[in-house]
């Protein structure tokens, strides 16, 4: 059975501020959902409360994954059930190691299926990583760094997909990976992103600004999002719309002015 | 039950059949101890320690038959079994085990408990103990040691003599009345890596007391590592004198790490008395319940073109505290130095406390000194970021805690001993009653 992700009505607030409005989307495993909408409009808040970060609190609305009520479980829950964030802004996590912590989110996944379960093998772990490496041209060297630690840009948008093929999920939202890649990792993310589509019917929501990426991964749908919610909602002529107007026109069409979006 | 008294000296010393030199060191040090007022909250060093509950003479020293015999079925047995070339297992300051290889042997390391070094090694010993590094006049605690050590290691490494394997001690304490001394000499271009390690039984009751003192000595072009390992119980009142001395061109890499006692207050100094000269200060400590470690420790740069670099490291829960005090020295003289103290502290829990004062007291201009200090709680962000993986909150937290002890971690050069104390760091991290 294919997972999907409904979306209802959703609305998020940080610090007491209402940011989602009214959210609504649906995403099947196997869709490319592109999600685009000027700085400040909630997409990032739409990624963290779907991926249960305290500090975004669901206040109405709904969110179905696979069946299960999503805003019911634990951010670690989440991930264990296929749903992955890949952040905008990766955390650093000093003194703890690419492979050390990667390790520990594969045996916590086997873990949870399995209290009695020792674990993934030290060997059969090393090969696994440096497959994944090889395939998304991570330096080697990656596994014995800091996570994210001293990082470039690139370099830590890089290390999230490394750790999406690691951990295998059945939806993930992409918040602009695309920013900070130099052309050849933008090809090599988007060839590992579709591949991954192909291997496990990975479903994807991109967070972009750039038609760019969606060149590489050709999405069935774009949506753009004002003020908290998604006003307009097409195909992949929608992202070709924007990348030559620019967002003034939805802006008018939602009775926004461009200085409150600012 | 004895007291500290002259005639408790003069007992121990005829006990362990000593020579007249050292009954009348230790004599010496008993008057410094004796004209040595209680230091009490109202001296500078002392402020944030009280000693009020201590009862000093109620603990007395350890003479003989208080002594215990084998190793008492309570002691940590991996403390024990440490792969080196030198290893040495001494309970209540008396040597129970002892191994060294005939590599290190033929190389003219010695290695040996203190006692047999002042039968054995005499000279040496007159030479270096308590007269270069730790002295009586050090404070109340240094001249209480030198007046009742007992127990502790000897360890000389001739000249250009690079000891093949390392050395290892353990140090247990099972009758609570504890005064090792720890005399570590490197000659000119010696090499050797070192280590004490220090427990006693979680279970104990009672108020116990370590009075140590460690003198590290580093000869020119010489390089030791020392690491020394602390697990007591948290009965335990640690009151500790420790310092090194480095030549021209040496090296001490001093490693530190603070899992047990109840009380602790320790003066930890590095001297770095000619050019060329490198140290480097790294501690680890961790406390919870009432725990509470007070780290005095100074930089020293005696001569020009001198390196240091500290970092301690802490974390708190409960109603643990740490005190970190952290002092850079430059004589005038003291041309292109290089002096770095960081202390980074994570409080686990607001019922936790961390102080942190660094110091500089620089007299030399052509400087580049730096210190920093920090005191935080885990962080949310990188909380979630690992829970957004799949990884446990509980998990999560330790794999932070562990990450914040790493580059500490990585530099005790024993594998064995990595382990366990990550095993101890998990332990202690335990379940959180908040975040
Ligand atoms: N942790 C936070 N604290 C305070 N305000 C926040 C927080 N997170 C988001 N916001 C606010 O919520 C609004 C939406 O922010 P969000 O990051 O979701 O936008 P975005 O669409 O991802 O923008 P961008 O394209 O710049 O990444 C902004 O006004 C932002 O300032
Ligand atoms: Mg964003």
Not at chain 1, 29 to 35: D, R, S
Not at chain 2, 70 to 95: K, Y
Not at chain 2, 207 to 218: M, R, Y
Request: charged share 25%; glycine share 10%.
């Amino acid at each position: 059975m294919t997972a999907a992700l409904e979306i209802k009505n959703l609305h998020s607030a940080v610090e007491d501020q209402q940011i989602l409005k009214g959210v609504n989307l649906t995403v099947r495993q196997g869709e490319v959902h592109a999600l685009m909408g000027p700085n400040g409009s909630g997409k990032s808040t739409l990624a963290y409360t779907l991926a249960g970060h305290p500090f975004y609190e669901p206040t109405a609305g709904e969110v179905v994954y696979d069946g299960q009520d999503l805003l019911e479980m634990d951010a670690d829950e989440r991930s264990r059930a296929g749903l992955f964030l890949a952040f905008q802004y990766p955390v650093a996590i000093p003194g703890v190691t690419v492979a050390n912590f990667l390790r520990q989110s594969i045996n916590s996944r086997r873990k949870a299926e399995n209290p009695d379960d020792k674990g993934i093998s030290i060997p059969a772990f090393r090969r696994l990583l440096k497959q994944k490496m090889t395939e998304f041209n991570v330096d080697h060297k990656f596994a014995g760094r800091y996570l994210n630690d001293g990082f470039s840009g690139g370099e830590k948008k890089r290390a999230e997909i490394l750790q999406m093929a690691v951990l295998e999920p059945k939806i993930a939202i992409m918040d602009e990976t695309d920013s900070g890649l130099d052309i050849d990792a933008l090809k090599v993310v988007s060839d590992g992103a579709n591949r991954l589509k192909s291997e496990l019917n990975l479903g994807m929501v991109l967070i972009t600004h750039y038609q760019r990426l969606l060149d590489y991964i050709k999405p069935d749908y774009v949506h753009i999002m004002l003020e908290g919610r998604i006003v307009e909602s097409g195909g992949p002529e929608l992202a070709l719309e924007l990348e030559k107007h620019g967002y003034g026109w939805v802006m008018e069409k939602h009775g926004v002015s461009a200085a409150a979006e600012a | 039950m004895s007291e500290f008294t002259q005639d408790a000296v003069k007992a121990l010393s005829a006990y362990l059949n000593e020579p007249e030199w050292m009954l009348e060191r230790r004599l010496a040090s008993f008057a410094v101890y004796d004209q040595t007022p209680m230091p009490t909250i109202k001296d500078e060093a002392w402020r944030r320690t009280s000693l009020r509950r201590l009862k000093l003479d109620k603990i007395g020293p350890s003479l003989n038959g208080d002594a215990a015999t084998e190793l008492p079925a309570d002691a940590n047995a991996q403390m024990l079994d440490i792969a080196a070339g030198g290893s040495m297992v001494q309970v209540d300051g008396v040597r129970l085990s002892y191994e060294l290889s005939e590599e290190l042997k033929a190389q003219g390391v010695i290695f040996c408990d203190m006692h047999t070094a002042v039968q054995e090694h005499g000279e040496l010993v007159q030479k270096y103990f308590m007269s270069q590094c730790v002295t009586a006049e050090d404070g109340k605690f240094a001249a209480l040691h030198g007046a009742f050590w007992r127990g502790g290691t000897f360890v000389y490494i001739p000249e250009g003599v690079k000891a093949a394997t390392p050395l290892h001690n353990a140090l247990w304490s099972a009758n609570g009345k504890t005064f090792t001394h720890t005399l570590v000499v490197l000659e000119k271009g010696a090499e050797a890596v070192f280590s004490d390690e220090f427990g006693s039984a979680k279970t104990a009751k009672g108020q116990f007391l370590h009075n140590g003192a460690v003198e590290l000595i580093v000869g020119d072009d010489a390089h030791l590592t020392y690491v020394s390992l602390q697990e007591f119980g948290d009965n335990m009142w640690q009151l500790t004198h420790e310092r090194g001395r480095v030549g021209r061109d040496g090296k001490l890499d001093w490693i530190m790490s603070i899992m047990g006692t109840g009380l602790m207050k320790a003066f930890q100094t590095l001297e770095l008395d000619e050019e060329g000269g490198w140290g480097r200060m790294s501690g680890l400590f961790f406390g919870d319940k009432r725990q509470h470690f007070d780290l005095d420790t100074q930089q020293n740069h005696n001569a020009g073109n001198t390196v240091s670099d500290l970092l301690y490291k802490g974390a708190m829960k409960h109603q643990a505290r740490s005190v970190w005090q952290g002092m850079i020295k430059a004589l005038p003289d003291a041309q292109k130095i290089d002096g770095f103290q960081a202390n980074r502290n994570l409080l686990l829990e607001s019922s936790a406390r961390a102080d942190s004062i660094p110091g500089l007291e620089i007299e030399a201009d052509d400087v580049s000194c730096t210190h920093a200090s920090t005191i935080g709680k885990v962080d949310d962000e990188e909380l979630f970021y690992l829970m957004s993986r799949g990884i446990p909150r509980e998990l999560a937290l330790r794999i932070i805690v562990q990450g914040f002890f790493d580059p500490i971690m990585q530099r005790i050069p024993f594998e064995g001993v990595r382990q366990r104390m990550a095993e101890q760091i998990i332990d202690k991290v335990g379940s959180l009653d908040e975040s």
